[in-house]
Antibody
Framework: QVQLQESGPGLVKPSETLSLTCTVS????????WGWIRQSPGKGLECIGY???????NYNPSFRGRVTISVDTSKNQFSLKLTSATAADTAVYFC??????????????????WGQGIPVTVSS | DIQMTQSPSSLSASVGDRVTLTCRAS??????LNWYQQTPGKAPKLLIY???TLQGGVPSRFSGSFSGRDFTLTISSLEPADFATYYC?????????FGPGTKVEIK
């Protein structure tokens, strides 16, 4: 059974970089996409972006210029960096696996495994 | 970005009730629509993908259907564990987006 676990600071100062890591266990990170999603009362659930195990990324334009997602296959981990943090980045951050599954004859992406979430507050 | 709306935003129901939740996409997304259930303090849990395909291990009282831009999640007979917030999510085009959720509360 695949398990994901977020880790990182729960408090970040404004203008600093929010950095989180997701450790994957129960399966190899190789061969899959891996993503970050956040949830805040104001904006609900937002997809931040995702990365393929080979390093190819896709970022939400809302975060472009501030976000970097990277992968370390040797550690079975992937990471999120969000620069110039503001109070608006205060949220619960989830890592998750976007899996390509079949619905009928179509390939559909869906998040089949999630971490438990880590609350991050941006405040001085 | 594709906007997802959900209705109602909340509803009250009793154990054993049949409930239907609705999600609408701002444009045609074929069946690239997934449903999740979230309870307080937990991560969302996948229920249905592709508009109507039940994820493995999800009880058969959950079902999904769609027509055009409109998607429905039906719970045929509510059980205590079903009181939660339900989100739809489109994976037709990036950025993938979620609806604001429907909270199902105990009457």
């Amino acid at each position: 059974q695949v398990q994901l676990q977020e880790s990182g600071p729960g408090l970040v100062k404004p203008s600093e970089t929010l950095s989180l890591t997701c450790t994957v266990s129960g399966d190899s990170i190789t061969g899959y996409y891996w993503g970050w999603i956040r949830q805040s009362p104001g904006k609900g659930l937002e997809c931040i972006g995702y990365i393929y195990y080979n390093g190819n990324t896709n970022y939400n334009p809302s975060f472009r210029g501030r976000v970097t997602i990277s992968v370390d296959t040797s550690k079975n981990q992937f990471s999120l960096k969000l620069t110039s943090a503001t109070a608006a980045d205060t949220a619960v951050y989830f890592c998750a696996r976007p899996l390509l599954g079949l619905s009928g004859v179509k390939g559909i992406y869906y998040f089949d495994h999630w971490g438990q979430g880590i609350p991050v507050t941006v405040s001085s | 970005d594709i906007q997802m709306t959900q209705s109602p935003s909340s509803l009250s129901a009793s154990v054993g009730d049949r409930v239907t939740l609705t999600c609408r996409a701002s444009q045609v997304i074929s069946n690239y629509l997934n449903w999740y259930q979230q309870t307080p303090g937990k991560a969302p849990k996948l229920l249905i993908y592709g508009g109507s395909t039940l994820q493995g291990g999800v009880p058969s009282r959950f079902s999904g259907s769609f027509s055009g831009r409109d998607f429905t999640l039906t719970i045929s007979s509510l059980e205590p564990a079903d009181f939660a917030t339900y989100y739809c999510q489109q994976s037709f085009s990036t950025p993938w987006t979620f609806g604001p959720g429907t909270k199902v509360e105990i009457k």
